[in-house]
């Protein structure tokens, strides 16, 4: 397949995800908020968003990082298109599951309720699981390793910094429900035993 197809699915399929997230987004904004944390969380996805931007405008436009090309084979350029479907059907499960408690950064709203449905039922952060699975499928369709490392890298540093402190925030307000939950499930994989 002609890069230039590699590209316009990339863009196809960015688009979609974007979509996705603004939807939701807007759907959950009415509820009113009663705790949430801003400075760090913001910046943490601000630098995300950059650093998958950059070198995702650089592919898309460019030929500045063909240097850094892997030069996949044509199959696993198409599993990174199947990965990121599948990421992409994950994140809108994820979504919906959440409804009205789902926010971009680290929020309690008015009538919060725990999740232990959908992907909940087997992980506490299918989010993240589904962001990281497209960062890979991202990564395999450009077959260009900057598309890769700088979101990833970016993506470990929001995530490690904000699910302890989500999970901090979670256990507050749910206490024994929330740590019996968490007993059970696993953070990013579903737990094989318990």
């Given at each position: 397949m002609v890069e230039i197809?590699?590209?316009l699915i990339f863009v196809f399929l960015l688009i979609g995800i974007n979509l996705i997230?603004?939807?939701?987004?807007?759907?959950?904004k009415t509820q009113e908020k009663l705790h949430h944390k801003k400075f760090k969380e913001v910046?943490?996805?601000?630098l995300f968003y950059i650093m998958f931007a950059i070198p995702s405008i650089l592919y898309l436009t460019t030929n500045y990082?063909?240097?850094?090309?892997?030069?996949?084979?044509?199959?696993?350029?198409y599993f990174g298109i199947v990965l990121?479907?599948?990421?992409?059907?994950?994140?809108?499960?994820?979504?919906?599951?959440?409804?009205k408690n789902f926010s971009s950064i680290?929020?309690?709203?008015?009538?919060?309720?725990?999740?232990?449905?959908?992907?909940?039922?087997?992980?506490?952060?299918?989010?993240?699981?589904?962001?990281?699975l497209m960062i890979f499928g991202f990564?395999?369709?450009?077959?260009n390793i900057?598309?890769?490392?700088?979101?990833?890298l970016s993506f470990c540093y929001l995530y490690f910094s904000r699910v302890k402190n989500e999970e901090k925030m979670l256990t507050k307000i749910f206490k024994k429900n929330y740590i019996k939950y968490s007993s059970r499930t696993g953070r990013l994989i579903p737990k094989l035993w318990n």
């Amino acid at each position: 397949m002609v890069e230039i197809n590699f590209k316009l699915i990339f863009v196809f399929l960015l688009i979609g995800i974007n979509l996705i997230r603004i939807y939701y987004h807007y759907k959950s904004k009415t509820q009113e908020k009663l705790h949430h944390k801003k400075f760090k969380e913001v910046s943490s996805v601000i630098l995300f968003y950059i650093m998958f931007a950059i070198p995702s405008i650089l592919y898309l436009t460019t030929n500045y990082i063909d240097f850094f090309n892997l030069n996949f084979y044509l199959f696993i350029r198409y599993f990174g298109i199947v990965l990121v479907i599948i990421s992409a059907l994950i994140f809108i499960w994820t979504h919906q599951t959440l409804g009205k408690n789902f926010s971009s950064i680290l929020t309690i709203k008015k009538d919060h309720k725990l999740i232990k449905e959908g992907p909940y039922k087997y992980v506490r952060h299918p989010m993240y699981t589904s962001i990281f699975l497209m960062i890979f499928g991202f990564f395999f369709l450009t077959s260009n390793i900057l598309v890769g490392i700088l979101p990833f890298l970016s993506f470990c540093y929001l995530y490690f910094s904000r699910v302890k402190n989500e999970e901090k925030m979670l256990t507050k307000i749910f206490k024994k429900n929330y740590i019996k939950y968490s007993s059970r499930t696993g953070r990013l994989i579903p737990k094989l035993w318990n």
